[in-house]
């Protein structure tokens, strides 16, 4: 075989025969587990593709490519004993047009309000669909990054969700009265929590039966495996299975009508899907989640004539489409939706021939029409004559991008169209035989003909951060003495150093909060502070004193559920006195210390409590104490916590009390557009094994976690308490 790396320096002009023997001569047997195939007059591992990208004539090599890959495709579906039945069956159909998608965090503002205590999901839609013309369907989120704080499953969140079952089912119904298709989540990792009554795929599509469902998103799958299927099936609710990862093994390609993309690589000549060449039904949903510039996302879907998941609250960290790439895709799904039975053709043809350097274009066909579909790749813009097509008397041809009619020059049985691409940017030309009729088609070309008035160049690209602001905590009546029960943290300097342990985001800006004195959100912080002098409770508020606010005050929060779920009969269970309270929301510890005239304390007032002057990383000293803290619960079921003071070598400097490892605690709140989120402090015994995807410790005082808030019903935990503050006087 000759070697890929001599192609170019074997090519003279005129002479095709090296790539064209490359091309055929590679069996394509390596990308049996990849993602992507390799592209024309290119093999894999190609070394030099920044040096002599340039050279590749894929004009040159696409048809013995195209010849080689139809050989591959067929050998391959032999080897899996492939039947399309699933592609067939009417109730999964909808998948096959299913070109944009979101994965919405229940968090989100958008699509619950906290202060009316309902679903929005009007106001959802309503917002995509003017920045970037709606989704088709969406994956509602209500597990990660929470998961873990207790031992509640991936299941158990659906329920504590407000309304529980009934108000998930109200949601989707509003989604669905707006078109919109709905997934829910499960996960193979989640085994360190509560063990379910059923297995996965039977408590998954029990779910998904009583809400109503459309579809199951299988996280870190690389393929939902077929019991999902099967389950849902015999539960009289089919359901389209989508894996978060690209299928590893072709077998799952069967049942899995649908599937996300990632990770295209980015050289000039864009890649093919590999799962949607073998079946070209089968729908991709393009995810970048991390992305700032989507562009090359963007023409890889458009190129290949699939999806995009247009995921902009990701964990709770807003990552939103810049207003050129919202209006991008607002183009490409128009495209995409208007011609939705082009895109899934069987004769669907990448690599059509184009003619301009730097632009490649996708060939869809159907009966009497065709849509072929373009990017520039070029950093510039590219006019003249773009593409010449087979020519029958009678065709019209169109500009859908545009939304113009296109008048061919006629070359030997070829229309050759003439039109503008902008910089890295994008083109569609629709034929339509003589006597073919395109229903409302007029109607679409104006519609396209109004948007492009507007240059996706001339629309920003600069990508910011989501402002955060700190909720306020009003002040307290200042007292001289410490109220009983509670220690005088006195005024001093203090270097306030923290940083989130988010498992996501890395580094970049967004992640984690912005304190007041910060211009936007980031994982580390620090800031040197005149602290005033304070009171701080000595131990957490425990079981004992809530059940006195409640006697007090007949307090009942509106929404009650999972509220003090571990008392029986109204009151702690039998020794759990001296407990720390848990099960209360940061609004229930809220309405206790303005009930006993204190406050939560602000974070930097927990680490000052707990580190005093010195910086050291526990409030006992710089090396870990087993004896200082709770001994670990590493079980499946979360154990009931310490009492509060059953550690007294855990004390800090000024002699605050379980401060670490008991039960994280309520500090401050931080909200933007779309998130709402609380600082919690001190980790908790509760360490779930079998996965790295669990919420994460802080037992550091340098440390705290970022806990996203929807509803007391669901933010309400086993595994946090609280204790209060009183300013000083």
């Known amino acids: 075989m000759t070697s890929p790396y001599d192609i170019d320096s074997q090519q003279t002009p005129g002479d095709e025969a090296p790539r064209q023997r490359v091309a055929t001569e590679y069996k394509f047997s390596h990308v049996t587990t990849g993602r992507y195939l390799p592209t024309p007059g290119k093999a894999p591992g190609w070394p030099f593709a920044e040096i002599g990208h340039w050279k590749i004539d894929v004009n040159a090599t696409a048809e013995d490519w195209i010849a080689e890959l139809l050989d591959w495709r067929r050998e391959h579906l032999t080897r899996i004993g492939y039947d399309d039945a699933n592609y067939r069956r009417p109730e999964l159909q909808w998948a096959q047009r299913n070109f944009v998608h979101a994965q919405i965090m229940v968090e989100d503002r958008y699509f619950y309000d906290p202060v009316a205590g309902e679903y929005t999901v009007d106001r959802y839609l309503d917002d995509l669909e003017a920045r970037f013309g709606g989704i088709d369907s969406v994956l509602i989120w209500f597990v990660y990054p929470n998961i873990g704080i207790d031992d509640r499953n991936k299941t158990d969140f659906a329920y504590d969700l407000p309304g529980g079952i009934e108000g998930l089912r109200g949601a989707i119904e509003q989604f669905h009265r707006r078109g919109v298709r709905v997934f829910l989540p499960t996960m193979p990792w989640d085994n360190g929590t509560r063990v379910p009554e059923r297995n996965d795929w039977d408590t998954i599509a029990a779910l998904v039966a009583a809400v109503g469902a459309d579809g199951v998103n299988g996280d870190t799958y690389n393929g ?75 023409q890889y879907i458009f190129f290949n004539g699939i999806g995009y998941n247009a995921w902009e609250n990701v964990w709770g960290i807003w990552n939103q489409l810049t207003p050129r790439d919202a209006e991008t895709l607002r183009r490409i799904s128009a495209i995409e939706r208007r011609f939705a039975s082009l895109m899934v053709s069987m004769d669907w043809r990448p690599y059509a021939r184009t003619r301009q350097a730097g632009v490649f274009a996708s060939c869809f066909p159907g009966e009497g029409r065709a849509l072929w579909t373009l990017v520039n790749r070029n950093e510039f813009a590219v006019d003249g004559e773009q593409i010449a097509v087979p020519h029958a008397e009678g065709t019209r041809y169109f500009d859908a991008w545009n939304g113009e009619a296109l008048q061919p020059r006629i070359d030997g049985g070829q229309a050759v169209l003439t039109f503008a691409m902008e910089p890295r940017g994008f083109g569609a030309v629709l034929a339509l035989d003589a006597g073919s009729d395109e229903a409302e088609l007029e109607a679409f070309l104006a519609a396209m003909r109004e ?43 203090f270097d306030f150093v923290v940083g989130g342990v988010e498992i996501e985001g890395q580094t970049w800006e967004g992640v984690d909060v912005q304190y007041p004195w910060e211009p936007s959100a980031r994982r580390g912080h620090r800031q040197r502070m005149a602290m005033r002098a304070f009171h701080i409770d000595r131990y957490p508020v425990t079981n004992a004193q809530f059940l006195e606010f409640l006697q007090a005050t007949d307090y009942w929060p509106r929404d009650a559920h999972n509220f003090l779920r571990h008392w029986r009969d109204g009151a702690p269970p039998r020794g759990w006195e001296r407990k720390p309270v848990t099960w209360v929301s940061i609004e229930d510890a809220r309405a206790y210390a303005h009930w006993v005239g204190k406050r939560l304390p602000r974070e930097w007032e927990w680490q000052y409590a707990a580190q005093g002057t010195d910086g050291r990383v526990y409030p006992w000293g710089n090396a870990w104490r087993d004896d200082a803290v709770p001994e670990p619960c590493r079980a499946r079921r979360m154990r009931a916590p310490d009492d509060v003071d059953a550690h007294p070598a855990g004390a800090s400097p000024f002699g605050v009390m379980d401060l670490v490892g008991n039960v994280w605690q309520w500090t401050d709140e931080y909200h933007d557009e779309h998130t709402r989120a609380a600082i919690l402090r001190g980790g908790s015994l509760y360490q779930p094994q079998t996965s790295h995807w669990y919420f994460p410790q802080a037992y550091r005082l340098d440390q705290h976690g970022k806990y996203l808030l929807m509803a007391p019903c669901k933010d309400r935990s086993g595994g946090i308490g609280f204790r209060c503050a009183v300013d000083a006087g």
């Not at 359901?239 to 690209?246: D, I, R």
């Not at 600069?462 to 007292?479: D, F, G, K």
Request: one cysteine or more; a neutral charge.
């Open 224 to 298: 939902v495996p077929r019991a999902f299927f099967d389950a849902c099936d015999a539960a009289g609710h089919p359901v389209v299975l989508q894996p978060e990862s690209t299928i590893s093994a072709e077998e799952a390609l069967i049942w899995n009508v649908q599937s996300w993309g990632k990770k295209a690589p980015n050289e000039v000549v864009p890649p093919v899907a590999k799962f949607k060449w073998l079946e070209p039904r089968h729908m991709i949903n393009y995810e970048n989640r991390w992305g700032r510039d989507r562009n090359h996302d963007l």
């Open 451 to 493: 948007r492009s008035r507007v240059s996706l160049q001339s629309l920003s690209n600069a990508w910011r951060s989501l402002p955060q602001a700190l909720v306020e905590i009003e002040p307290t009546q200042r007292v001289t003495s410490p109220p009983e029960g509670m220690v005088t943290i006195p005024a001093g300097d």
